[in-house]
């Protein structure tokens, strides 16, 4: 009796082995399934999503290059619910992440800022929380980040003024503080950009005010 | 067999010493009444459904001896009277429902040999009490919630076995000289924990057998020292942070069977002494960052069953006399730097069920010896830089199921990889095998995946596709395949993706297409001779979320139905001969975000309604139509468009004022088109070339000929009033000017000479047409700038010569 529970244990134990890794999948595809285990999804969009196939390249919702490198994410408006995780963070040649219209939650990881061929960040109404995290602030690359009506907190990181290739920014709607960058492509943006953060408190005054102003 | 509750007149049986009711179907609770059984030494319910409490009364049981109540539901915390039991070698409560913390006071029962707890939601500390436990042989606690530091010490726990704490969340380092010299520890699983530091501690523990930390955050690097634990058989590691090298002293485990260290930071090469593993059957490296080349001292291992080196930087040859290790079932070099020929003799590990050599840099052809890998059920090899004819042996391959050569330079038939019945992934896509696609690839009726894209091969698609039920994806793009599709595939119902993009296929898109394949996502028939309507079944396919219809011969119109397909990310019907108009329906298709219908014979005008389509984004082309009318105001809602092109239509009017609401445009193209009027300054960094071809000015285009119209809007409206009422006055007194002017110079005239009267008639009629001519041309030129801004001509025009005729033909009036 002893023994058999005994035995009980050392196969629970054991059961590494009996995971065979021969098909140990492509770094972006496991990603891409660490990603998939955080959501639910009600509507199935990600039921093409198979770890066994030798790349994520004939997933649906998922676009790649001539090189099989996932290079679009699209998963906009798909009623999916969960947390984005720091496996986003591997998917190095991604340009596309479109996740917005969803019901997102938890923080934006900083994994993100290594995105670094990131074109566009769509990760527009869901329930993400949290900072907007320094570390965007190394997707050289990003042209559009919308991140509006979430319920981010926070002060606007300074890093981001280094992003020169930014052309549309919009934090509407969210829950930030302090006061808006005015340096680099934050020069550009309208006052829209930014509506609707109650505690935000209008563009940098440089040396009257403190960009934590009211956070 | 048992089932309902244990009764509670059991109690009774005050004499009972054995109480053995296990593996029935009995539930409710443990009876308080059991309580009675002061004689009780056995006490065994184990895999029940009992649920409750474990109940307090059982604390007068104080001569039992073994206690299982594992594999029920019981509830509530560990009770500590359990400490009172003088008597009690085994307690087995694992696999329920137990939480609460781990009672200091079993410490107290230093009769226990076996204490299994594993599978409950424990929580807290482990008891350092515990270490009091000297007869304890086995204790194994994981799969709780157990955290703190690993309070556990076979220092004192000198009977200790197996010390089991996998799956919790215990933290801090192994302690150092984990063991004493005495230590019986055969067994160490701590795998699934939050362990940090070296595992140097451990080296200590001599007796081990099977050690396992795996799933855990140490780090340093693999002790020289490895070899004290010359017992080890099984030594797992993987999932850690370890660095450095596999030292070579692992040669001196020659008890090793199983060397599992996968997803570590582990470098260097591997050391040749692993050779002197005679019994080593499992060898997993993958996921580090190895070097240096595979030694032909490994095919020394001939127990070697499984190797699995997976993503590191090997180079070099496969080792030659690979062939050494019958045993061998799964040999996986995946995304490794190996270059050169496959070593013929690899054909002799006749054992061999998963090849996979995929992601390298190998050349050569496949060695004729592969006939003999009879038992091979899995084989893939791509993205390598194989080429060559496949052997004919393979044929005798009769247990192939998955075979991807893809992105080789395989050249031949395809026909000696049909051998099998069993084929389920059939993917040799981007090689250069020509031919005709084999009819014995069609006797695996269990093929879910046809991938031969990107070859040479010829002749039509076979009917007998229509065979294989469970064909979900099929690929035969970009091949040189003719004929029409054949009837047959409309079987095919769980087909997801079909592409036959880029071969020579003709006839019409049959109409089956949509109504019996309704769960294709991805439907692409480009580049073929396709032609015809679009079949108005297409509505069916509500699932597809890519169509891809471009350079074909289609004509007709653009089936209102395809506005049906709700799901479409991607619509391309580029370059046919599509006629009608785009479907203002369109607007339905809400999760397009690339729309390409350009090179077309389209007309009418663009449906404002496109301005629905707000998640367009990679593009919107309707270049290459006869598409007329102005450009939809409403067209500067697609806030995320990153391209438009409309250039090469008929569009006409000025550019609407909300495309500079395009904000994320970075491409634009309205060339050649009959535009007008001033580009608005917000377009002005686009080039030239983006709006040539029209009557277009301003930046970057030459400067309208009016000073800038748009300055207008900015004057109040009592300005306005003002100007207008200045240029009023101003024009009727010039005017009165020049009519006292003309009457004199006309009088004189008359005075001078009577026979030109003629001419100053014919003179009077010309001014005026002339006039009208002028005005005419002004405003051609100007366009719907000038007269939609208004009144603002009148006040920006004064030295425009239209302006005066006019008002001088006025004031003449």
């Known amino acids: 009796m002893a023994s058999s529970s005994l035995l009980i244990s050392l196969a629970s134990c054991l059961l590494f082995l009996a995971l065979s890794p021969a098909l140990a999948s492509n770094s972006e595809g496991e990603a891409l399934c660490a990603f998939k285990s955080r959501l639910s999804d009600p509507n199935n969009v990600l039921q093409s999503w198979d770890q066994s196939l030798v790349n994520p390249c004939t997933w649906f919702h998922v676009t790649c290059d001539s090189q099989n490198r996932v290079i679009r994410l699209d998963l906009g408006n798909s009623n999916i619910t969960g947390t984005l995780g720091p496996e986003l963070g591997r998917l190095q040649h991604l340009q596309y992440l479109e996740l917005y219209r969803n019901s997102f939650m938890g923080k934006i990881p900083e994994e993100l800022g290594n995105l670094k061929n990131l074109v566009s960040m769509d990760l527009y109404e869901n329930q993400l929380e949290g900072e907007i995290p320094k570390s965007l602030s190394k997707l050289k690359s990003l042209r559009f980040m919308r991140l509006n009506n979430n319920k981010l907190t926070g002060s606007i990181p300074r890093e981001l003024v280094t992003l020169s290739n930014l052309k549309v920014l919009d934090f509407s709607n969210n829950d930030l503080c302090g006061t808006i960058p005015v340096d680099g492509p934050f020069s550009t943006f309208p006052p829209e950009s930014f509506e609707n953060n109650k505690r935000l408190n209008g563009p940098e005054l440089l040396g009257l005010a403190s960009y934590d102003f009211g956070c | ?813």
């Open chain 2, 1 to 813: 067999m048992l089932y309902g509750e244990i009764p509670p007149t059991l109690g009774n049986c005050t004499s009972l010493e054995t109480l053995g009711l296990a593996y029935c179907r009995l539930n409710g609770t443990i009876p308080p009444q059991l309580g009675n059984l002061r004689q009780l030494k056995l006490l065994t319910l184990q895999n029940n459904s009992l649920s409750g409490p474990i109940p307090d009364q059982l604390a007068q049981c104080t001569r039992i001896q073994v206690i299982s109540l594992n594999d029920n539901m019981l509830e509530g915390e560990i009770p500590s009277f359990i400490g009172e039991f003088s008597a009690l070698k085994t307690l087995n409560l694992a696999n329920n429902y137990l939480k609460g913390e781990i009672p200091a006071d079993i410490g107290n029962v230093r009769s226990l040999n076996h204490l299994y707890l594993f599978g409950n939601r424990l929580t807290g500390n482990i008891p350092y009490e515990l270490n009091q436990l000297s007869q304890l042989q086995i204790l194994d606690a994981s799969s709780n919630n157990l955290s703190g530091p690993m309070n556990i010490s076979p220092d004192h726990l000198i009977s200790l076995e197996f010390l089991v704490i996998s799956s919790n969340f215990l933290q801090g380092e192994i302690p150092k000289d984990f063991c004493s010299r005495n230590s019986s520890l055969h067994n160490l699983f701590l795998a699934g924990n939050q362990l940090t530091g070296t595992i140097n501690g451990l080296l200590s523990c001599t007796s081990l057998q099977s050690l396992d930390l795996s799933n855990n955050s140490l780090t340093g690097s693999i002790p020289h020292a490895i070899d004290q634990l010359t017992e080890l058989v099984n030594l797992a590691l993987h999932n850690n942070s370890l660095t450095g090298p596999i030292p070579h002293q692992i040669g001196n485990l020659t008890n090793l069977e199983i060397l599992s260290l996968y997803h570590n930071h582990l470098t260097d090469s591997i050391p040749v002494e692993i050779g002197k593993l005679k019994r080593l059957a499992l060898l997993f490296l993958y996921e580090n960052q190895m070097s240096g080349t595979i030694p032909e001292e490994l095919t020394n291992c001939t127990s070697l069953q499984e190797v699995d080196f997976f993503g590191n930087h090997f180079s070099g040859t496969i080792p030659d006399q690979i062939g050494n290790l019958k045993n061998l079932i799964v040999l996986q070099l995946r995304e490794n730097d190996l270059s050169g020929p496959i070593p013929p003799s690899l054909g002799y590990c006749n054992s061999l069920q998963q090849l996979a050599l995929a992601d390298n840099s190998l050349t050569g052809s496949l060695p004729d010896t592969f006939g003999f890998l009879t038992e091979l059920n899995l084989i893939t090899l791509y993205n390598n830089s194989l080429a060559g004819d496949l052997p004919r042996s393979l044929l005798g391959l009769k247990n192939l199921s998955i075979i991807n050569l893809s992105h080789n330079k395989f050249s031949g038939t395809v026909e000696p990889l049909t051998g099998s019945d069993l084929l389920t992934v059939f993917d040799l896509t981007n090689n250069s095998f020509s031919g005709q696609i084999p009819l014995e690839l069609f006797k695996s009726r269990n093929l879910s995946r046809i991938r031969l894209g990107h070859n040479q091969l010829t002749g039509p698609i076979p009917s007998q596709v229509g065979l294989l039920h469970q064909l979900v994806s099929l690929d035969l793009s970009d091949n040189d395949l003719t004929g029409e599709m054949p009837l047959s595939l409309s079987n095919c119902k769980g087909l997801t993706h079909l592409l036959l993009n880029g071969n020579r296929l003709s006839g019409y898109i049959p109409s089956w297409v949509f109504r019996d394949l309704v769960s294709l996502g991805e439907l692409d028939l480009s580049s073929n001779n396709f032609s015809g309507d679009i079949p108005k079944e297409i509505g069916n396919c509500s699932a597809l979320i890519k169509l891809s219809l471009y350079n074909n011969k289609l004509t007709g119109p653009i089936p209102v139905e395809i506005t049906k397909l709700t799901l479409l990310n991607v619509l391309n019907l580029q370059k046919n001969k599509l006629s009608g108009p785009v479907p203002p329906e369109i607007q339905q298709c809400k999760k397009l975000y690339e729309l390409r219908l350009s090179e077309n014979l389209l007309t009418g005008p663009i449906p404002s309604e496109l301005s629905s389509l707000t998640e367009l984004q990679v593009i919107l082309d309707l270049s290459y139509n006869d598409l007329s009318g102005q450009i939809p105001d409403t067209l500067g809602n697609l806030l995320k468009l990153e391209r438009l092109n409309l250039s090469f239509n008929q569009l006409q009017g000025a550019l609407p004022d909300s495309l500079v609401r395009l904000t994320s445009l970075h491409r634009l193209n309205l060339s050649s088109n009959l535009l007008q009027g001033e580009i608005p300054l917000a377009l002005s960094s686009f080039p030239q070339n983006s709006f040539s071809g029209n009557n277009l000015c301003g930046v970057p285009m030459g400067p309208c000929s009016d000073p800038p119209v748009s300055k207008g809007k900015h004057l109040s409206k009592a300005e306005v009033e003002g100007i207008i009422v200045a240029i009023v006055l101003v024009s009727a007194i010039v005017c009165v000017a020049l009519m006292y002017i003309m009457a004199r110079i006309w009088s004189n005239w008359r005075e001078v000479s009577v026979s030109t009267s003629d001419c100053e008639e014919s003179n009077s009629k010309r001014w005026v047409g002339n006039g009208d001519k002028i005005q005419a041309s002004k405003y051609r030129k100007l366009g719907p700038t000038s007269t939609r801004v208004g009144s603002s001509e009148e006040k920006h025009s004064w030295g425009s010569d239209t302006s005066v005729l006019r008002m001088k033909n006025d004031a003449a009036c």
